[in-house]
């Protein structure tokens, strides 16, 4: 199941941070999300250039850690996508697909002042309903 | 588990460094290991001299040329491991005793002591004390050759570094001849190797024929151990193979692992220069083996008791630092976090420490900072459980150096990366820009959860470490950062601890790192002495001319511009004279915040600041004055201030806030300090360049009997006394008057004398000069309706900011008066005083009207022409100046006269006294002959009282401004207007013949002076002019310009009267004849009816032409009715009355005698006209007409004539 999703802004800023479990890890998965940046980074300072990775915003599985695996999407304005989760394999972005599409519509609120936290009630609605839909199908 | 584990770990000699006898003092110590600790790598041929070779070799295959032997120091020694065997590197091989001579004078006791150092390593192979600095006597007493014991004679520091190596050398022969002992002897006779791996309990037979089997390949894989330490890595992979078939034989797992382990170890020593990807395959390969082997060698029985995790993780952590690069990072991570994972099967937690130390570092060298920090503050909080300072101190340490990646780092150590941007001061031109390090470091904050829990465990660390400076850096830190997540129970825990923190520290102790309130720039107060400073302009002698902005903008766009600083104020200020800057603190806290004292930080070094101590009360924010003064000097740079505050000094910088806020509009940082505390948003305030000037003379005014207003009725002259006092320490040498402001003419004269005379006014000189004021007059637009005052009565006065200024530019001298070392050769600037001349105009005397009365008196006739006032040389004039009164003499002959009526009134609640005088010029005429002989030109006419409230009128009168004679002078002054009439009339001349009237016409008022006075002093004059132009537009030739020609009617003398100058001569012997001086004067009714009456009338003429006319006269009763004509003719004359020819020469009388005959007596009245023919241009001009074929009318004033005598 997905433990942590976070937005992550180009100057390596939290926007969005929620975990789903019911444990009192918050500051242990604030730690994961803050050293996958780590990750992130270097694949922004060398990214690989090899043809069908190029325009790929999917990152794939960025380091595994004790129980967690952390998957990372980068978009093109370097904003980060970090998910963090138990034990469900991802294979493709599609998580991060609707996860990013759901960050788009939440910063083109015009009430939205870019680079800060995103505090929108509606997204992290819709950010809890796409996690509950991959939660779900990890355990089906 | 060991620290700083890698793959050549293998091939290192492990030396104890001891430190031997008495206490070596802390700086001699480091220093003595520092010398030592150089020489990790003795080269094999190095030592060849001091080797001897007692038996064969058994490093066959030993490079003497290329190799070397590895030392490592173990300052302070370790304890033996319990897998010693396993690994020989392990095993401490030698004992290096460090001894301070003079510490320890008894070098026996020494030796004792070493030796007893020493019995603890029983592995060790070598023991030397190294002992320093020995005394003569001890250089003596070591004749007797103690055993291990080297004296390093005192020497220079090169001689002792080259003993030190030569000692080391010898070292290192010792230990490779000791090394092949041992391979030999293990050789022939066989060694037993144990691992605290193998069951010690119960050596069953079986265990006991396995462990038979497996002694060899342990043999061998110790030989091979050895090989590596004794510099020779083929010898060891030799030994290495077979360890590694036999233990594969043997199924003995843990030393296959081992010994593969060795052997990579050698391959690498061997290979040592290439780094090929092959060899770098091959080492992977065999590393992923030996953690497999090692994790196979995992035995779950003695699980509890003894782990082979450790050395699995060594080998993942030799792996990763082996493959540490940028390109293999994620195998790097894979292998640490596999290896961070494994830490859970650690028994030991030192040995987790040392595998969390391990990770964090090859995260760190992998440029993983947040991985780092992550582990780091694991090592941190695995510190935290050891209940000791010196773990609490690690702990801090560590923390520490992880709070860089999560920017809550202290500024002192970020300084210290980042000394290039932080270059104090605003003078780098980017004050306005925030630096990008800054930037990030206000995205990088939001990680608020992190930063909150690392910065409190430096808090908790350093205090249980006992760390008082790092703790309140700690607590300021967190409380200036995350003072809005903290609640207010939080705060004042924090500021508690704080105070607490403060306590332990000495008083003065400063910190980086600021804490509250947060300070920002609020303004300069500015002094006008210090804005008014002006470039002087050396080349100009009006040197403030050019240079100073002038005007009341700051940016003109003709001011230079395309200057890298156009952007950026530029600020003077003067050595010696107080200066002001305004700041506004905030305390957003929950508790009372007092400052112990605030000062300005400059870091130039040439200004003094003045502290100042504050409390603010809780969500407060305060604006605060501080001052200062500029000692030398030189630019001035003031990055911050200096707050004492929490018992710790610290320096705040303007900077940091203004990044802070600049966050906090953007929505970056938590909360804007200001804001929530009610404090309003507050321009960008950018600190100006400022520079330090020389001292400069300082001018104070002030206004003799008081700064306030002067209370003027318009019109009013009054003198103001200025004293102006230099309060510098700098004589004033030059100095300038010049008005500026509104109503500068109301500025009649200033002293400029005084002020020269003055110079150079010495430091605390004053001088006084007086400026005469005359009050202006208040139009409606710059005088506001007094309606304070009841009654409805609208008063003006004037309004604010309309008074003259006067602007006093003045300088010192145009050399530096202090020798500093000022090299430019720019001279100090000026300064401008500034003195407004503070005059509040009250209405005065109001105008009314103004109108122009014209009236004809007419003459009576006599005898004597009536005089010309031209000519009039008599003392007894018609207006004397002894009564002032204005009085018409009948005799004197027809007046027109013609008066000025000015109606005043007096709004005011004072009386006024209006004194109307005319000044009249002595200009002479062309002929030589005064207009008027009056020596005092001023005719005094009594003055006019006029009350409150009340009106009067002022009479004028308009004489004594004929001309003698009308000529085309007055009109020549234009010709055009003369040739307009025969030429086209152009507009031009038309305007400018405006233009000469209006002069004429001013230049006529400006001699009548209407003055008044007030109370005692109060005097003043009123402004007519505008009045009384209108009034006079008209009429101003009239009054100006004489008639063409002058009729005057005169008694003949019994009709031979012939001679027009026989006054003199006649002698009346009438009645009512008068006698006065000689003159003989007829008397009022001395015509008598019936009576045949011999008269003259005399034509002047005026001009300077011959005038052809015809003259008329007549005679008309008191209806007005032609006397002389008609049925009804009352009066009958001889001679011709009608249509006489005459003509007049320029500036001549002719006379035509007449006589009459009246038959009733009364009054008559005469009057003398004429046709002019061929009139001149100048007599049309005069007459106003324009059309060159009318006929020019000229008419005499009327004489009165009475008949006496019966009907």
């Not at chain 2, 780092?372 to 702990?395: E, G, H, M, T």
């Not at chain 2, 980017?430 to 608020?448: I, M, R, Y």
């Not at chain 2, 009139?1175 to 060159?1188: E, G, I, K, N």
Request: glycine share 6%; net charge neutral; charged share 20%.
């Amino acid at each position: 199941m997905i433990v942590c999703v976070a937005v992550v802004g180009h100057q390596n800023n939290p926007l969005y941070l929620q975990s789903f479990t019911e444990a009192d890890d918050a500051l242990k998965l604030h730690h994961i999300i803050h050293c996958s940046l780590d990750v992130i980074d270097e694949r922004i300072n060398n990214p690989k250039k090899s043809g069908p990775t190029l325009n790929e915003a999917f990152l794939g599985l960025l380091y595994p850690t004790e129980n967690y695996k952390v998957y990372g999407y980068l978009t093109n304005t370097k904003v980060k996508f970090i998910m963090v989760t138990t034990d469900l394999d991802v294979k493709d972005a599609d998580f991060f697909r609707r996860f990013h599409a759901a960050y788009v519509d939440a910063v083109s609120n015009p009430f939205h002042v870019p680079g800060k936290k995103i505090t929108s009630k509606a997204f992290a609605q819709r950010v809890s309903s796409i996690v509950k839909s991959f939660g779900s199908a990890a355990t089906t | 588990m060991e620290p700083d584990v890698s793959m050549e770990t293998g091939s290192m000699i492990r030396i104890a460094v001891l430190p031997v006898g008495g206490a070596i003092p802390h700086h001699q110590l480091r220093e003595y290991a520092a010398m030592l600790g150089r020489h990790t790598r003795i080269d094999l041929s190095s030592i060849s001299s001091f080797y001897k070779e007692h038996q064969k070799s058994p490093f066959a295959h030993q490079p003497w040329e290329t190799g070397c032997l590895r030392f490592k120091y173990m300052l302070g020694g370790a304890p033996p491991s319990p897998w010693e065997d396993f690994q020989s590197c392990r095993k401490i091989l030698a004992v290096v005793g460090l001894c301070h001579c003079p510490s320890s004078p008894d070098l026996d006791l020494v030796a004792e002591q070493f030796a007893a150092a020493c019995k603890g390593y029983s592995s060790a192979l070598a023991k030397r004390c190294f002992a320093f600095c020995p005394t003569d006597s001890q250089l003596e007493d070591d004749g007797k050759k103690r055993e291990n014991i080297i004296l390093f004679p005192p020497s220079d520091r090169q001689t002792q570094e080259f003993h030190m190596l030569t000692m080391v050398q010898d070292l290192a022969a010792t230990l490779l001849m000791e090394f092949e002992k041992w391979v030999l002897r293990a050789e022939s006779t066989g060694t037993i190797l144990k691992t605290p791996l193998d069951s010690q309990s119960s050596l069953g037979s079986e265990e006991v024929i396995k462990a038979k089997k497996r002694r060899l390949g342990r043999a061998q894989k110790t030989i091979g151990d050895y090989c590596l330490l004794a510099g020779s890595p083929v010898d060891a992979n030799a030994h290495y193979s077979t360890a590694i078939e036999l233990a594969r034989l043997t199924g003995d797992v843990f030393w296959h692992a081992g010994a593969l382990e060795g052997s990579v170890c050698a391959l690498l020593l061997d290979c040592v220069d290439q780094k090929d990807p092959v060899l770098e395959e091959e080492v992977k390969y065999r590393y992923y083996t030996v953690i497999q082997l090692y994790r196979r060698s995992y035995l779950q029985d003695n699980a509890q008791r003894v782990s082979t995790v450790s050395f699995e993780l060594e080998a993942a952590l030799k792996l990763a630092r082996y493959l540490c690069r940028r390109e293999l990072a994620k195998e790097v991570v894979e292998l640490l976090m596999g290896a961070a994972d494994g830490a859970k099967s650690l028994i030991d937690a030192s040995d987790r420490l040392i595998l969390y130390v391990e990770i964090a570092r090859l995260f760190g060298t992998l440029g993983y900072q947040r991985k780092a920090a992550f582990f780091s503050r694991q090592v941190a909080l695995l510190y935290l459980q050891q209940d000791n300072a010196c773990a609490a101190i690690s702990a801090m340490q560590v923390l520490t150096m992880t709070s860089n990646a999560y920017h809550v780092q202290s500024r002192r150590a970020s300084s210290k990366l980042q000394t290039s941007h932080h270059e104090l001061g605003p003078s780098h031109g980017d004050g306005g820009k925030l630096h990008p390090q800054s930037v990030v470091s206000l995205f990088e904050s939001q990680w608020s959860t992190l930063q909150m829990v690392v910065l409190r465990e430096i808090l908790m660390s350093s205090v249980r470490a006992g760390d008082p400076l790092a703790a309140w850096s700690a607590a300021a830190r967190l409380l200036r950062s995350f003072y809005p997540l903290i609640t207010p129970a939080g705060q004042s825990g924090l500021a508690s601890s704080l105070a607490k923190s403060a306590e332990r520290l000495p008083p003065g102790t400063r910190c980086a790192d600021p804490a509250l309130p947060f300070i920002r720039l609020h303004s300069f107060s500015l002094h006008p002495s210090q804005t008014d400073i002006i470039k002087r302009n050396p080349l100009k002698k009006e040197w403030w001319t050019g240079s100073a902005p002038s005007g009341p903008f700051i940016y003109t766009p003709f001011s230079k511009g395309g200057t890298t600083n156009s952007n950026k104020q530029e600020m003077t200020w003067i050595v010696g004279e107080p200066v002001q800057v305004l700041v506004e603190l905030a305390n957003p806290c929950s508790f009372d915040l007092t400052v112990e004292s605030i000062y300005l930080s400059v870091h130039s070094g040439n200004f003094d600041a003045f502290p100042v101590s504050v409390s603010l009360p809780p969500n407060t924010a305060k604006v605060i004055l501080l001052s200062g003064i500029p000692t030398k000097v030189g630019p001035v740079s003031i990055p911050g201030c200096i707050v004492h505050c929490f018992g710790v000094i610290t320096e705040h910088l303007f900077k940091d806030v203004d990044n802070l806020l600049l966050g906090a509009t953007q929505g970056l940082v938590l909360s804007d300090p200001f804001r929530c505390c009610g404090s309003g948003k507050l321009k960008n305030v950018s600190i100006p360049n400022i520079s330090v000037v020389p001292a400069l003379p300082l001018l104070v005014s002030h206004v003799v009997g008081g700064d306030g207003a002067t209370v003027l009725y318009e019109g009013e002259i009054r003198d103001i006394w200025i004293s102006l006092t230099n309060a510098g320490t700098v004589p004033v040498e030059q100095a300038h008057i010049a008005l500026s402001g509104k109503n500068q003419d109301s500025v009649i004269s200033i002293a400029h004398d005084t002020l020269m005379s003055a110079l150079p006014l010495k430091p605390g000189g004053e001088v006084t000069l007086p400026v005469t004021l005359k009050a202006w007059q208040l139009s409606m637009v710059d005088s506001e309706i007094d309606s304070s005052k009841s009654g409805g009565s609208t008063r003006r006065i004037s309004k604010e900011g309309s008074s003259p200024l006067l602007v006093i530019h003045y300088a010192g001298s145009w050399t530096h008066s202090d020798q500093s070392n000022n090299t430019e050769n720019s001279v100090p600037p000026g300064r401008r005083l500034v003195v407004p001349l503070n005059v509040c105009v009250l209405q005065g005397l109001r105008f009314v009207k103004a109108r122009l009365l014209s009236m004809e008196i007419p003459a009576r006739i006599n005898e004597a022409l009536p005089k010309p006032l031209y000519v009039d040389k008599n003392p007894t004039d018609v207006v004397s100046r002894d009564d002032s009164m204005v009085k018409i003499d009948p005799y004197r002959g027809s007046w027109e006269l013609r008066l000025l009526e000015l109606e005043l009134s007096n709004p005011t609640d004072v009386v006024f006294e209006v004194n109307v005088s005319v000044q009249l010029d002595n200009r002479k005429n062309e002929h030589g002959m005064p207009i008027l002989n009056h020596e005092n030109a001023d005719f005094g006419y009594p003055r006019t009282r006029i009350d409150r409230d009340y009106s009067a009128r002022v009479l004028i009168p308009l004489e004594h401004f004929k001309l003698p004679i009308l000529d085309g002078s007055f009109f020549a002054k234009d010709s055009q207007t003369s040739d307009a009439f025969c030429s086209k009339v152009s507009n031009l001349a038309e305007r400018s013949a405006k233009a000469e009237l209006n002069a004429s016409i001013n230049n006529l008022i400006s001699k009548i002076k209407v003055r008044w006075h007030s109370g005692r002093n109060s005097s003043g004059e009123l402004n007519i002019k505008d009045a009384t132009q209108p009034a006079l537009q008209a009429s101003v030739m009239d009054i100006l310009l004489p008639d063409p020609l002058t009729f005057g009617f005169r008694l003949a003398k019994n009709g031979a009267q012939i001679n027009g100058f026989s006054e003199e001569s006649i002698i009346s012997d009438d009645p009512p004849s008068q006698c006065v001086n000689g003159n003989v004067i007829k008397c009022k009714g001395c015509i008598s009816a019936h009576e045949m009456t011999h008269m003259e009338v005399l034509v002047r003429n005026n001009t300077r032409e011959m005038i052809q006319m015809s003259l008329s006269v007549t005679c008309r009763d008191v209806a007005g009715e032609n006397c002389t004509e008609g049925n009804n003719a009352t009066v009958l004359w001889a001679g011709v009355l009608n249509d006489i020819p005459l003509e007049v020469p320029p500036l001549e009388e002719v006379k035509h005698a007449f006589s009459l005959y009246f038959l009733v007596p009364g009054e008559y009245t005469l009057l003398a006209a004429s046709i002019i023919n061929d009139a001149t241009d100048v007599l049309r001009a005069r007459a106003r007409t324009d059309s060159p074929d009318e006929p020019i009318f000229c008419r005499g004033s009327p004489f009165h004539v009475y008949v006496v005598g019966t009907a």
